[in-house]
Structures are given as structure tokens and as C-alpha cells.
């Protein structure tokens, strides 16, 4: 079975600090791996994924994450955030034999003027 | 294109009533996915459809709750005999793919209320 731990919960920042959001995965088999991100009473869009090749990867509104083998982990950072990525983020993750994507409890991320 | 279509946003029910729950994929989607956000939760996995056959229900409930993918029309999410523990925002994905699931999109979800 996989799953997914995000273990912040909530992560303050100031506004044009960087961010890094972990995400730890446990799996048996070769996984895929996302970023979502939930504005309030909204649905969730995809910012990066991840399924083979450079382990860096780059996504929308200035995103990236490394996966890390080794590690097992999926971490989202952005360089300088602005008060616009004030969201809930999701790391979720999938395997080329299910049929679902597996998700972490989420981030919580308010940006501080 | 249209994204995922899921109505109505907002759906309150009184205890012991029907919430029927409506998600129109993507066109050229044949696979659907639900998952329920309860409060202060990650998104939990219910049931995956193709057109006219339920593929994987592992993470349905096992009373009160069904789905259907008829071959003409939206997919259903049906709870019967609501209770306040289904108060929750329900997701509706789709997919071009089935296994393997690279890409999927998701609705904006429906918000159901039970009082």
C-alpha cells in the first residue's frame, strides 16, 4: 500500500521569503508523485508532477520539487512567495498498477504581508 | 474544452434525506474518479468508473452510498439516508488514462451540508 505524510500542517511565511513544503512518501512499487494546490472552497489544481526522468521539476506559478529517491521524498519549494500563494497544498502520489491517487493531509500556507 | 463540471457547488440536506451528487468529465474522459475531503483532511479515494462499469469501489462506504457512469449522461454519486458524518466536499476527477494514472483533473467539488 502507499502513503503519503505531509508533516507540516501549517507553515507561516513572510512575503518574498522562501517556502519549503516536505512531503514523504512509503511505497513498494515505482510511484508517481504531484503537488496540488486548494485555494479556499475551490477544487484542486495541479502545479507539478513528477513521473520519470530529471528529479527536478518545475511547475506553475514558480514552483519546483525534488524528488528524492533515497529519501522518499517529494518537497515543494518556491524562492520568494507572494501573498497570492496563500492555499492549502497537497502532495499526492499514484503507481502505474492502481487506480488512485493516494493524498497527504495537506499544508496549510499563509503568506504574511 | 471545458474542465471537469461537478453541481450543484453547494448541496444541503436534512438527516435521513437523498444527496445526489452530479460530475461531468472532461470531453474525451471515459474514467471518473470521487474522493471525499472531510474537514481538516487530506482527499480519500471512493470509487473509480468507467462508462457503464464500476472498476474499483475499495473506498466506498459500504451502505448508503452508490455511483454510476451511465453510458449517456453525467456520473452519480448517491447518498442515501444522509447523516451529519457525510457532511464533507465530494471530487469528482477525470482522467483520459485508467491505470497508471498520470494526469487527472478535478472539479471544484460539491460542498454537502447536513442539518
Known amino acids: 500500500a502507499q502513503s503519503v505524510t505531509q508533516l507540516d500542517s501549517q507553515v507561516p511565511v513572510f512575503e518574498e521569503a522562501p517556502v519549503e513544503l516536505r512531503c514523504n512518501y512509503s511505497?513498494?512499487?515505482?510511484?508517481?508523485l504531484f503537488w496540488y494546490v486548494q485555494y479556499p472552497n475551490q477544487g484542486l489544481q495541479l502545479l507539478l508532477k513528477?513521473?520519470?526522468?530529471?528529479?527536478l521539476v518545475k511547475g506553475i506559478n514558480g514552483f519546483e520539487a525534488e524528488f528524492n529517491k533515497s529519501q522518499t521524498s517529494f518537497h515543494l519549494r518556491k524562492p520568494s512567495v507572494h501573498i497570492s500563494d496563500t492555499a492549502e497544498y497537497f502532495c499526492a502520489v499514484s503507481t502505474n498498477t492502481g487506480n488512485q491517487f493516494y493524498f497527504g493531509t495537506g499544508t496549510s500556507l499563509t503568506v504574511i504581508p | 474544452n471545458a474542465g471537469v463540471m461537478q453541481n450543484p457547488r453547494h448541496l444541503v440536506r436534512r438527516r435521513g434525506q437523498e444527496a445526489r451528487l452530479r460530475c461531468s468529465p472532461m470531453?474525451?474522459?471515459?474514467?471518473v474518479y470521487w474522493y471525499r475531503q472531510l474537514p481538516e483532511e487530506g482527499l480519500k479515494f471512493m470509487v473509480y468508473?468507467?462508462?457503464?462499469?464500476?472498476?474499483?469501489e475499495s473506498g466506498m462506504p459500504k451502505e448508503r452510498f452508490s455511483a454510476e457512469f451511465p453510458k449517456e449522461g453525467p456520473s452519480i454519486l448517491r447518498i442515501q439516508q444522509v447523516v451529519r458524518g457525510d457532511s464533507a466536499a465530494y471530487f469528482c476527477?477525470?482522467?483520459?488514462?485508467?491505470?497508471?494514472?498520470?494526469?487527472?483533473?478535478f472539479g471544484q467539488g460539491t460542498r454537502l451540508t447536513v442539518v
Open positions: 511505497s513498494s512499487v515505482s510511484v508517481y
Open positions: 476527477a477525470s482522467s483520459p488514462l485508467g491505470t497508471a494514472i498520470t494526469e487527472a483533473f
Open positions: 468508473l468507467q462508462k457503464e462499469n464500476i472498476i474499483d
Open positions: 513528477y513521473l520519470s526522468g530529471s528529479t
Open positions: 470531453k474525451g474522459h471515459s474514467h
